[in-house]
């Protein structure tokens, strides 16, 4: 049986991609005078705001000075957790309060494995913080997603080995990460390249242990 559930955030435990786009395109609205493609999410997508804010400048074909860049960086986030406020419980995807309990029956651990800074925040509007036995700071590792960095330190904050552990991820990003770091890893969406992951499900709603167990002894 595994020990660890190392779990994304966004896409996985509730959804605030589409928050998340929506102040990337009021930064860009506001600072740039231009609009985002719906194509770009996908590129933004599980990833670190650092990264994310080099892939729209990349993909405007703008360069700005550091500073300039840092000030993006926190007006986005302005933007963000202002949008965040309206969020609670009633925001966590379908099956996701169900599935956490099952694992805390079985006294498997729970890290959160996320890219984002305002993680812990999130949980807290979401009354699930005390769910989780560590939260990973993004900020205390040295490359973020793809690379497997954030599910190792992840892994090591439950003190359990990544291969005790299994990942749950919605994004290319993540699922890369998951695998990188040598832990059974649950992809949950439809994209094809999430076809890659050692169990694939559609929705959340069926993140079930009876499930998971079932291909990870397989």
């Keep these: 049986m595994f020990k660890g559930a190392l779990f994304d955030l966004d896409g996985v435990i509730t959804d605030t991609s589409i928050l998340h786009f929506e102040a990337w395109r009021k930064l860009v609205d506001t600072f740039f005078s231009s609009e985002l493609p719906d194509s770009l999410e996908e590129k933004t997508k599980g990833v670190s705001r650092t990264d994310s804010l080099k892939v729209i400048l990349k993909h405007l074909d703008v360069s ?59 949980l807290d509007k979401l009354d699930l913080r005390d769910s989780f036995d ?7 590792v040295a490359r973020g997603k793809p690379a497997p960095d954030i599910f190792l330190a992840a892994a090591a904050a439950l003190k359990l080995k990544p291969s005790k552990c299994i990942g749950i991820e919605d994004s290319i990003a993540g699922l890369r990460a998951i695998k990188d770091s040598g832990a059974f890893s649950v992809a949950v969406g439809k994209t094809t390249e999430l076809q890659k992951a050692d169990l694939t499900l559609s929705t959340t709603a069926e993140l079930k242990l009876t499930t998971i167990c079932k291909a990870y002894f397989h």
């Design 134 to 140: 560590a939260i990973v700071d993004p900020r205390s």
């Design 64 to 122: 700005v000075s550091e500073t300039m860049f840092q000030q993006l960086l926190v007006e986005k986030n302005a933007y963000y957790k202002e949008a965040l406020q309206g969020i609670s419980s009633e925001a966590i995807l379908p099956g996701v309060s169900d599935f956490i309990s099952e694992l805390k029956q079985q006294q498997v651990r729970l890290a959160l494995a996320s890219a984002s800074l305002n993680g812990p925040f999130i």
